[in-house]
């Protein structure tokens, strides 16, 4: 049996074995994923992002239990952490505060280095997260490496998207800049036992409220004032919802499951999961003819070449950009 | 299954599970050993304090390390040490290499080197030491 048919069997060792050879983008690793691709899309793909300190592990745990506990729904989680950009190396410490889940073989967590990509996720996420899918997995919980403000890739990858939050972090303008808050399908306000929160909730609600306006009645000096929203609101439109979360002692995790579970059924309603579906498998194949281009080009390029360019570039004879055109056209001087 | 390629392979990082499984809480010198492995281009996947045996070999298995650290300064590791190596076996991770540390009698030594353990560090051990063995330990 090959590797592929033993996972496809059930086989763990097979199925880490060939998570490892994805992760390193082996040629036995593309050759997998080509196989497996067509047991893949029945998986609920579900990002968790947020920025560092904000809970996004201990959320995962407490999510996963809750799956588990709810359902017979096996879970997979892959946890994302950054790798040092001088050594390379990394300390993955997500498992720390998923230790409830050992023991349970419903359940299957794998940690990764971000290994010098940018944008939450490592090169290689959507490999390991379609090898979970082809394994069997109905739910995949994807743990982007803290993030700040424009780690938005995870709202490629995944179906439902929660943004975590923590009181304390921000105040309204940064709920209205552009980036990490765009993405939320579900906004969480994890530690809400902590002081601030009510502020918190609020530049979230109102940031919230500028992308979706809503009707309003509200008391002005003791008049009822009412104003209508400037449209109605588009039809099977899904307005974020915000869920507050102390994922340390469990609470409000339930209500939050079934916020996923909704947006589940949302975008299988609306026909958003087939476009998202579509848009996800786009920016896959974007990334990867990118990867290959560039890879063949540079094989094309002899070193000596690219290292002359460079020189003149450093020389300031040439513009990159003229060294890109130098590079591409003549692939010499 | 084919031959495996570990940690030489080119473009491989050598991934190495850092646990401390038993019922002592001194967890610095995980700590200690997990940064200067990070610091030597390792992937370490560190679990905490308190683990059993059972989720070590669990997180080693979902993991796909190369090398499990164990460290233990609770005098347990008589019991705690083949077992892990025990249910490593039994997943068909024969090839993972051990290594411990902590607080180890050197009567105990021979007894955990037979039983395989690739190597085993006490108080004062150097941190280079123990990246250079790990990497050896790897690649041979």
């Known amino acids: ?333 | 299954m084919s031959e495996r390629k570990t940690g030489s392979e080119k473009g491989r990082k050598i991934r190495v599970l850092v646990a401390k499984p038993g019922l002592d809480g001194h967890d610095r010198g995980a700590k200690v050993v997990a940064r200067a492995l990070r610091d030597a281009g390792m992937e370490v996947i560190y679990t905490g304090l308190r683990q059993t045996p059972e989720m070590v070999a669990e997180a080693a298995l979902q993991e796909d390390v190369d090398v499990v650290g164990l460290s233990i300064l609770s005098g347990a590791h008589m019991a705690l040490v083949p077992r892990v190596l025990e249910l490593l076996k039994a997943n068909g991770q024969e090839q993972v290499k051990v290594f411990i540390g902590g607080i180890i009698p050197d009567d105990d030594l021979p007894r955990l080197k037979e039983i395989g353990v690739a190597g085993i560090y006490g108080p004062g051990a150097s941190t280079e030491d123990i990246i250079r063995q790990v990497r050896e330990a790897v690649t041979e």
């Open chain 1, 1 to 333: 049996m090959t590797l592929t048919e033993q996972l496809l069997s059930g086989n763990r060792l097979a199925l880490t074995r060939l998570l490892t050879q994805v992760e390193n983008d082996t040629t036995e690793g593309r050759a997998a994923l080509t196989e497996l691709f067509p047991h893949t899309g029945k998986a609920h793909l579900i990002g968790v992002t947020g920025a560092p300190g904000t809970g996004k592990s201990s959320l995962v745990n407490q999510l996963a239990l809750h799956f588990r506990k709810q359902a017979e729904r096996r879970i997979a989680v892959v946890a994302v952490d950054p790798s040092s950009p001088f050594t390379g190396g990394a300390v993955l410490g997500d498992r720390v505060r998923m230790r409830d889940l050992a023991g349970d073989p419903g359940v299957f967590i794998r940690s990764m280095a971000s290994r010098g990509s940018l944008g939450g996720l490592a090169q290689t996420t959507a490999g390991l997260v379609q090898v979970f899918d082809a394994a069997g997995f109905d739910i995949i919980l994807i743990e982007t490496v803290g993030a700040g403000q424009a780690e938005v890739e995870i709202a490629h990858l995944a179906h439902t998207t929660l943004v975590v939050e923590a009181p304390g972090l921000g105040d309204d303008i940064q709920a209205i800049k552009a980036g990490i808050l765009e993405i939320a399908d579900i906004l969480v306000v994890n530690k809400a036992d902590r002081p601030g929160v009510e502020n918190t909730l609020k530049a979230l609600r109102s940031a919230l409220e500028l992308a979706h306006p809503v009707r309003h009645v509200f008391q002005h000096h003791g008049v009822l004032k009412v104003v209508e929203a400037p449209h109605e609101p588009e039809y099977n439109s899904w307005i974020p919802p915000i869920r507050k979360t102390v994922a340390t002692e469990g609470t409000g995790i339930s209500e939050l499951a079934d916020e996923i579970d909704r947006h589940a059924r949302h975008l299988h309603e609306s026909g958003d999961w087939a476009t998202r579906e579509r848009s996800r498998l786009g920016s896959e194949l974007e990334a990867l003819l990118q990867n290959m281009l560039v890879a063949r080009f540079r094989k094309q390029v002899s070193e000596s070449i690219y290292e002359e360019v460079l020189d003149r570039v450093y020389q300031r004879e040439l513009a990159p950009w003229e060294a890109v055109k130098v590079l591409l056209n003549g692939r010499s001087k």
